[in-house]
């Protein structure tokens, strides 16, 4: 009996899935369909496509691949991570209570803490680690729990049924960013969760060569309202964009066992460096992985024993790690969070988390790894 799709491993969905061959042309590849309009039948006709803020052929092509991906049934690609994640924010009304782990991207917090303020939406923070935490940061008008697993930039990761299984006995939507583990790592919708984010320019992308977000659900209530949204503030990721994700969603199983490979041979090198103080990443020291998780992912974080001098001196000393925001390309890139991703934090807040001037985060590309470590080597040598 034949297969359908869905019932593919996930290295067959990621070069299949989404292919929508709408000119009879029977390409191989996606087409790119730039148009920002189309014929109708008569006045009023929706029956098709109508207007690309609505739908694109690209776009949907995309879409249907990250629902397949993902194990969901609906999914949105926007203009980016952040735009994704203001779509999520406006399913919130004034005087609702979103809380959310402590350790997060720069840019989240951004949003939750300054960008928000206007709308009467209250957010708060509590320590991922204890999840009684959580239950006790549950209020009347709790209506939204926001984590990401593993988070940016100390890569704690968590069993996210559990959190799910609390929030949903509360009425409580769960939101999770997938970005660093990917859905070749897991799948929070499995987990419980209502709402997987993902910064597409990341891994889903791989190449460092475009901005793009996206959302998957598997509620239609819940999709319809999402739909809505972006349609109505017009966040959506353009054709060509959409093109370059679904070409790099074909990789996205191999480029994810390299990175998390070459990851593990850096944690275990910088474990052993007289000059690192603290090593962050999934699985290290014997640790177990949470259930969803089949792999640790390509991003290691550690924090040196040296002044913001020598740190500096650090980051910008090494050859084959490119100093660059971002993370989840081919390429290996060196980041400093205080300075960089995470500079939009107030200087207490971030340090009270762990984000000091000693603290540098790798998004580990697939390069050799023997070219990795000796670069890091002679990084350390100088300082």
């Known amino acids: 009996m034949k297969k359908t799709n869905n019932e593919n491993k996930f290295e067959t969905k990621a070069v299949h899935s989404g292919h929508v061959p709408e000119d009879g042309s029977n390409s191989v590849t996606t087409p790119i ?20 803020r609505w739908s694109n052929p690209t776009r949907l092509a995309l879409e249907k691949s990250l629902a397949e991906l993902e194990n969901g049934s609906y999914a949105y690609a926007f203009s980016s991570g952040l735009a994704a994640l203001d779509t999520v924010i406006r399913l919130f009304k004034p005087g ?17 803490n300054f960008i928000t303020k206007s709308t009467g939406i209250e957010f708060s923070y509590f320590d991922g680690q204890n999840i009684h935490e959580f239950e006790k940061s549950i209020k009347k008008n709790t209506k939204g729990l926001w984590l990401e697993s593993p988070t940016n930039p100390l890569l704690y990761t968590y069993e996210i049924a559990d959190f799910a299984n609390i929030a949903h006995k509360h009425n409580i939507l769960v939101g999770v960013d997938n970005t660093f583990a990917t859905p070749f790592i897991q799948h929070p919708l499995d987990c419980g969760a209502d709402i997987v984010l993902h910064s597409a320019s990341k891994y889903l992308s791989g190449h460092c060569d475009l901005i793009a977000g996206a959302l998957v ?17 017009g966040a959506i990721l353009g054709p060509f964009e959409s093109w370059l994700v679904l070409r790099g969603i074909k990789t996205l199983a191999l480029r994810m066992e390299r990175h998390s490979f070459n990851a593990i041979k850096i944690a275990e090198y ?16 014997g640790e177990q992985l949470p259930n969803n998780m089949k792999l640790p992912g390509g991003i290691v974080t550690f924090s040196i024993k040296a002044d913001f001098e020598a740190v500096k001196k650090f980051v910008m000393s090494t050859e084959v790690f490119v100093l660059a925001e971002s993370l989840g390309g081919v390429e290996s890139l060196i980041n400093h969070p205080a300075s960089m991703t995470h500079a939009s934090i107030p200087k207490e807040d971030r340090e009270k988390r762990g984000i000091n001037d000693g603290l540098v985060r790798l998004s580990v590309g697939i390069e050799h790894i023997d070219d990795l470590i000796d670069d890091l080597k002679q990084a350390f040598s100088i300082i």
């Open 33 to 52: 369909y730039t148009s920002s309009t189309y014929k109708v039948k008569y006045p009023g006709d929706e029956s098709g496509y109508v207007y690309s």
């Open 217 to 233: 659900v598997k509620d239609e209530k819940l999709a319809e309202k999402i739909r809505f949204i972006q349609y109505g503030i």
């Open 96 to 112: 609702d209570h979103v809380v959310a782990v402590d350790d997060l991207y720069g840019g989240t917090k951004r949003q939750f």
């Open 270 to 285: 910088l474990k052993s460096e007289k000059k690192v103080d603290k090593v962050y990443f999934p699985g290290i020291d």
